[in-house]
């Protein structure tokens, strides 16, 4: 084999290599796409199967408002991520309160309490799948 070959694949392997570090990048800090799984979220979310998406950045300098669904991390086991309504947040902003909309059938706040403002993971922006019924008002035929 010629070095021409040799010299190609060593340039496509550093730009691939360089393209995944731009992906991690992206999906651990910018932004993530992720399936909700189980009842707490009902009826906001099927049970199995929504596709959201997650935004990891703002929530560092904006905090996020009363009632937008987050993504955050179970407190007594980081490897776990859960998906709550935020429900309010202490004076200091250091607390935060989350509670399911399944109020019957879900593990929140009212479990383990006031959680570390610490432990949000993002918040959820767009719910992908299923697709949105998207409704537009009706066309103004006039001119």
Known sequence: MNNNFF???????????????????IQNY?????FIEGESMLPTFKKKGT???IDKFSHIFFKPKINNIISLYHPYNKRI?????????SNKGEKI??????K?????????????????N??????????????FPPLNNKL
């Open 7 to 25: 010299s190609q694949l060593k340039y496509f392997i550093i730009k691939l290599s360089k393209s995944f570090q731009w992906l991690y990048f």
């Open 30 to 34: 910018i932004m993530d796409i992720s």
């Open 51 to 53: 596709l959201v998406l």
């Open 81 to 89: 991520i859960l998906c709550k309504r935020l429900i309010s947040i």
């Open 97 to 102: 309160w989350v509670e399911g909309d399944n």
């Open 104 to 120: 019957n059938n879900s593990l929140d706040s009212r479990d383990f309490g006031l959680i570390n403002y610490s432990l949000i």
């Open 122 to 135: 993002g918040i959820i922006r767009l719910q992908i799948f299923p697709l949105i019924k998207w409704k």
